[in-house]
């Protein structure tokens, strides 16, 4: 069964570093999303993208984050200075352009800002 | 503002009693509605989903059920295992392919 993989699975990092987490979808999925989830709390949307442009965004996505589909298979979330609050666990998720709106999930990387 | 939320923060169920989830939601224009369950260190899993146009679904063990006119979620696990221990969140999509928007999340513990 075709899944979401994330790498890295940690990511450990210092304040105002820039870090990149990376995510390749699943194969004919054309919606992509990032959602984080900061430990015990909920699952927050933070910016998807349809097309190669952002479709919707949070407020939680500033102009620290940004994100991109460099080649046919990657998607791609940035945070240019990171900081302690970022740190969170970091979830990609994909769904087809047909059929049912189900996301499917990645299994997350966790970001840790030191 | 608009808010997905649950009812309860944990619920600890007999292995092979029924699980019963709750979840309000307060967005009218919320037209899909999806139940996941997050395994420790696991990206969220889709369990079940409900469109707007919908009453009750079902599914293997699962059942969504929708009540539009108090704004209510619910899942039912029928015969619940130790394999379903988990947190369970409720989410919301106002449009298709929009972004999720989920609740706080609900702690399944199964007792032997």
């Known amino acids: 069964e075709p899944e979401v993989t994330q790498t890295p699975s940690h990511q450990v990092t210092q304040m105002g570093q820039e870090v990149i987490l990376r995510c390749v979808p699943i194969s004919n999925h054309l919606y992509f999303y990032w959602y984080r989830q900061i430990l015990g709390q909920k699952v927050e949307f933070l910016v998807s993208f349809y097309n190669n442009e952002i479709s919707e965004k949070s407020e939680i996505f500033d102009d620290q984050f940004s994100v991109e589909r460099p080649d046919g298979s990657n998607f791609t979330l940035k945070i240019r200075s990171t900081k302690l609050e970022d740190s969170a666990m970091y979830f990609c998720?994909?769904?087809?352009?047909?059929?049912?709106?189900?996301?499917?999930f990645g299994p997350g990387t966790r970001l840790t800002v030191t | 503002g608009e808010s997905v939320g649950l009812h309860l923060p944990t619920l600890s169920v007999q292995e092979g009693d029924n699980s019963i989830i709750n979840c309000a939601y307060s967005n009218s224009a919320s037209d899909y509605f999806i139940w996941y369950k997050q395994e420790s260190g696991k990206g969220p899993q889709f369990i079940i989903d409900?469109?707007?146009?919908?009453d009750k679904r079902q599914g293997q063990r699962v059942t969504v059920l929708l009540n539009k006119t108090v704004k209510h979620l619910s899942l039912q696990i029928a015969a619940t295992q130790p394999g379903d221990s988990a947190v369970y969140f409720c989410?919301?999509?106002?449009?298709?392919?929009?972004?999720?928007?989920f609740g706080a999340g609900t702690q399944v513990v199964v007792t032997p």
């Open positions: 409900i469109r707007s146009n919908m």
């Open positions: 998720a994909c769904t087809s352009p047909t059929g049912e709106y189900e996301q499917y």
């Open positions: 989410a919301e999509m106002a449009w298709s392919w929009g972004k999720l928007q």
